[in-house]
Nanobody, 131 residues
């Protein structure tokens, strides 16, 4: 099982980046996929996820209206388009997969420590937003 995140980098405030998460080793279509982030000294934060089937999405308030999550099941890939980036978006971004109902997945993204319920994790990609 592998989740390979890419697309991080250094960008100025107001800029954009697109993260990709390519999956292998499991039946991608059966899993909700999402993104967490963790800044130095802070808790891991669930920021967005997308359902396995009907395209339902969840966004944390901190990114709503700026970030867009999408998935391409033919390519086993999930994307996170990040616009209007702010210095507080600076963090390591991790993609993760869960074989649960989408409702249960959104709970994992919102509850403190909920990330512990995710089934698979990728290595992070660093996003740095300069002021």
């Amino acid at each position: 099982v592998q989740l390979q995140a890419s697309g991080g980098g250094l960008v100025q405030t107001g800029g954009s980046l697109r993260l990709s998460c390519e999956a292998s080793g499991f039946i991608f279509d059966n899993y909700a996929i999402g993104w967490f982030r963790q800044a130095p000294g802070k808790e891991r934060e669930g920021i967005s996820c997308i359902s396995s089937s009907d395209g339902s999405t969840y966004y944390a308030e901190s990114v709503k209206g700026r970030f867009t999550i999408s998935r391409d099941n033919a390519k086993n890939t999930v994307y996170l388009q990040m616009n209007s980036l702010k210095p507080e978006d600076t963090a390591h971004y991790y993609c993760a997969a869960a074989k649960t109902s989408f409702q249960a997945t959104t709970v994992m993204f919102q509850a403190p420590g909920g990330y512990l319920g995710m089934d698979y994790w990728g290595k992070g990609t660093l996003v740095t937003v300069s002021s």
